[in-house]
């Protein structure tokens, strides 16, 4: 497993490991956009390292409006294309995590999170709670398991900790509800565990599962 650290660095486009900036986008892949509407801030994507088991090879896109801020709380058996219809407790989906290999930088770049080059370095045993990716997840709750609409189990992909914040730019609005002025956070600040189908059935068949 790798920890995931945010540089001082700015990121540039083509750069593969950042917090916003351009995304490495499939070609025809559009700029996702929440249920409301809105096109979503970019947070951050990396290369996932060769070594992490099912993922190794694939680049992992976050994606969330800039706007809504709620947690994500699903059933265990996600419905058809759970990445864009709401279901459990949610009325909408408001988060897009996109997985695939190759891409291109899009052209266009993000505008809420100030871009960052991101470094990731192997994990060690103190580093259970930190953003990283691969490995086993480090569970506040109990493990969860959710089933992909494909009817394959979701497997653990990455972790991003509680209250963890991505800077913001200055003239970007202050996010509803966070934690920091300064900055975005993810799913209302939960701890948040990227679960991703194995099988691939879908470039945005990923659930970030949320414990606190
Ligand atoms: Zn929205
Ligand atoms: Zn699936």
């Known amino acids: 497993m790798h920890v995931i650290e945010m540089t001082s660095e700015p990121a540039r486009?083509?750069?593969r490991d950042t917090v916003g900036g351009h995304p490495i986008m499939e070609p025809g892949q559009p700029w996702p956009a929440c249920t409301c509407g809105a096109r979503m801030a970019f947070f951050f994507?990396?290369?996932?390292?060769?070594?992490?088991?099912?993922f190794g090879g694939e680049h992992l896109l976050?994606?969330?409006c800039p706007v809504h801020n709620e947690p994500n709380f699903g059933p265990a058996h996600l419905p058809d294309r759970y990445w864009e219809t709401p279901s459990?407790?949610?009325d909408m989906v408001h988060w897009r995590i996109l997985l695939h290999r190759g891409g291109e930088a899009s052209d266009a770049a993000d505008e809420f999170l100030q871009?960052?080059?991101?470094?990731?370095r192997d994990a060690g045993p103190d580093d259970e709670w930190d953003f990283r990716v691969g490995g086993e997840p480090a569970w506040i709750q109990g493990p969860e398991e959710c089933i992909c609409a494909c009817g394959?189990?979701?497997r653990f992909l990455a972790q991003i900790?509680?209250?963890?914040?991505?800077?913001?730019q200055a003239q970007a609005p202050e996010q509803d509800a966070c934690f920091d002025f300064d900055a975005y956070g993810l799913l209302l600040g939960n701890m948040i565990y990227i679960l991703a189908c194995p099988?691939?059935?879908?470039?945005?068949?990923?659930?970030?599962?949320?414990?606190?």
């Open 13 to 15: 486009p083509g750069d």
């Open 45 to 54: 994507q990396i290369d996932v390292p060769d070594d992490v088991a099912i």
């Open 62 to 64: 976050v994606f969330q």
């Open 88 to 90: 459990g407790e949610n």
């Open 115 to 120: 871009p960052r080059r991101l470094v990731l």
């Open 152 to 154: 394959a189990v979701l």
């Open 161 to 168: 900790p509680e209250n963890f914040g991505f800077p913001k």
């Open 199 to 212: 099988d691939r059935c879908h470039p945005a068949a990923a659930w970030p599962a949320n414990q606190h």
